[in-house]
């Protein structure tokens, strides 16, 4: 059993008008299942969107045994009141990106005070956003492809500037959180994205309910073992996986994180706790055990 944390529902980025909706959520839940994938945390409207909170949970109840709606927010935008709304129509997490405050904003509290008390766990980006070339293993000079998708991402950019910085998607922001909020579950993506790995390990390490994800492609899935991440500096316990990438990309990525298993040396149980549990018990569907004394 796999919980996909951090699926994004389906859309076309070069098309944003394609309304295939169904088509698009289909294709999304077969490449899941084919996978291995046996829950994901739909990540629905928000900024992004292809469409309305209420539309994506249409599109999500076709596959009810699989997809657990999320809901993408704006925190500058959606207060207390709306979070409420939002569990009323059936989301189950937040997942939250790009704010124009950094993450600790006394301003987003109120936010976070109401997701606490409906235990709403919430997905929080980390580090530098991704997307577009990623010039660490390739380049336009060299690479065609590379080529291509830097002249798209150019054309997306002319519809306007993207007011996002890193450094107000920090790790050290959820332990501020996490402080004030000892009882909301949050997951921290990319195990805090390259650059952040420390410093997401050392929140990870003295937060009982901060964790991470382990989406976030080749690179992190390589640093994950390099950099002696995954059961030492970071704990089994605090590790979720997510997918965070197109239909045809998902089962290469549980492949991989098999190998990292393997390559750690982990138990089938601790495993487990990466694949499946650990993600269950933040959302509520399984409950957490606890050693005797």
Not at 45 to 53: E, N, Q, T
Not at 213 to 234: C, F, K, P, W, Y
Not at 275 to 291: D, K, Q, S
Request: some cysteine; overall charge negative; hydrophobic content about 40%.
């Amino acid at each position: 059993m796999i919980w996909d944390v951090h699926c994004h529902f389906p859309r076309n980025f070069e098309n944003p008008a394609d309304s295939r909706h169904e088509a698009l959520i289909d294709g999304r839940a077969d490449a899941l299942r084919a996978a291995g994938v046996t829950r994901a945390s739909l990540l629905c409207g928000g900024r992004l969107g292809a469409v309305s909170y209420e539309e994506a949970l249409v599109y999500a109840r076709r596959h009810e045994d699989l997809f657990l709606p999320s809901a993408v927010i704006d925190p500058d935008d959606v207060d207390a009141r709306e979070v409420r709304r939002l569990h009323e129509l059936g989301y189950r997490g937040l997942k939250i990106i790009g704010t124009r405050r950094a993450y600790d904003d006394y301003k987003y509290f109120g936010t976070y005070a109401a997701a606490e008390e409906l235990r709403m766990p919430i997905l929080f980006h980390l580090g530098v956003i991704g997307g577009g070339v990623d010039y660490s293993i390739t380049h336009p000079r060299r690479d065609p492809n590379a080529a291509a998708q830097l002249h798209r991402m150019r054309e997306m950019r002319l519809r306007g500037p993207r007011d996002v910085s890193a450094i107000r998607m920090r790790p050290f922001h959820l332990d501020t959180i996490a402080n004030n909020f000892p009882e909301l579950r949050v997951i921290g993506a990319h195990m805090g994205g390259t650059g952040n790995y420390d410093e997401a390990a050392s929140v990870v390490r003295w937060r009982h309910y901060v964790y991470l994800d382990m989406s976030g492609g080749d690179t992190i899935e390589r640093h994950a073992v390099e950099r002696n991440l995954v059961g030492q500096e970071i704990g089994v316990e605090k590790l979720t996986w997510g997918s965070d990438c197109r239909d045809d990309e998902i089962a290469d990525h549980v492949r991989n994180l098999e190998a990292i298993f393997q390559q750690v040396g982990l138990t089938e149980d601790e495993a487990d706790r990466i694949r499946y549990r650990n993600a269950a018990e933040i959302f509520g569907e399984l409950e957490p055990t606890f050693a005797a004394e």
